[in-house]
């Protein structure tokens, strides 16, 4: 058969429908490579091809993917759990990290505020102690420095309970140096004894309290004068307070 | 609209090209990158040839592993792989009908690599979104006999033999109704080829 005979078996071909003689006929010409079929047995074909457009669509299951490419040799990992293992590993990491961070601020916040209130707890016990003396009924009171320009205050005394001074205008020890508190006795001759150390506020002030009971018949005064930090056993310096005890009330 | 992804499918040439030159390397991920092209379009044919969802996806696989052993005919440099895809779809689907039912196997026409230039050299004409569009109205345009005889053909694989049995019809009648219906398809075509 010639080209010409074939022309209305092209698409019949394509469909699966050519019967013989001329199935064979249109095979033969496409075997060697026919001028005339060639052109014509593609624009069967894509009328055939574009016939499965008219199909309803579907979706296959998402494991088919996984076994063609298992039939390749592709190992596919099953979805799901590595990505979300290491999406859960690094969200519990974020956490730690966070709550670490928050753990170790509220750590640094906790110590802080435990010295805070350990300091506040002493500075209130030191005023209690200090009203508890300033309010007994023993206590006495002097006053030290009132025609001096630096320093003055005042001494509040208690036989039972010690003494609480309270000054200003004290100038602020220097580097390596400190107050230093002495019993001056009345005694002439004896040494004065150490009564305690302490250190100026910054405005010049100082509240110290000397606890124990102090003998007014052995000691005249309260003595501060400036030393070493690490305290002396006998007074180097001029003192720059001397606070007579007051005699006791009756 | 089925029509759409298949007229996408099939007019991803420069993509299609690249494709084929890595399934001829033998390169896994191109056949993986193939199945997400193609996959959903070549499991709808199936499905609506054998009506089966576990046997429409045993032949999909069947389909791809028979693309990635037969590429290495394809011209990749016009690569149009999808229409090829879709053939070799389409004969293992109608394959297994037949086999299931008895049927001889129709050996010539299911040949589909015989002529691989077939294929690429279709895409210029096949992905022209306009033709597509022609044809389906075109089909839309069939009586029902004609329709019903171009469905048997294309999704079940009948021969003209067989629809004459299976609708109780002489076979000038089918045979008839076949080529009036082709005929109808390719003036279609035509004449919306020369308005276009």
Redesign the interface.
Known sequence: MNCQELR?HY???A?????NPE??EV?AH??RGCEVC??A???A?????????????????PK??R???A????EQRAFGWTPLLAGTTIMFLAAAIYFGGREWDFSREVVRLTAQSRGQMIELTRLNEAFQLMNGAETTVTSFGEKKPVPKGKLYYNPSRGALLIASNLPQAPAGKAYELWYIPKAKGASPARAGMFQSQNDGTVMQVIRGPIDANTTAAIAVTLENEAGVDAPTTTPVIVAPLAPALQ | MFLLPILLALRATEADAALIVRLQRREPQALAELYDRYGRLAYGLILRVVRDTGIAEDLVQETFLRVWNRVQGFDAQKGAIGPWLLAVARNRAIDYIRSAGGRERNTVEFEETDHPSLYTDMEPDILASDKARIVKAAVEKLSSHQRQVIELAYFEGLSQTEMAERMGQPLGTVKTWVRAALKTLRDELGAQAVSV
């Open positions: 209305d698409e019949l071909y469909l699966g429908l050519a019967e199935r064979d095979r496409l075997d060639m052109p047995m593609k624009r074909r894509e009328m055939v091809a574009l016939l499965s457009g008219t199909a309803a669509p579907a979706a296959p299951s088919l993917r076994r063609i490419l039939s390749v040799g592709v």
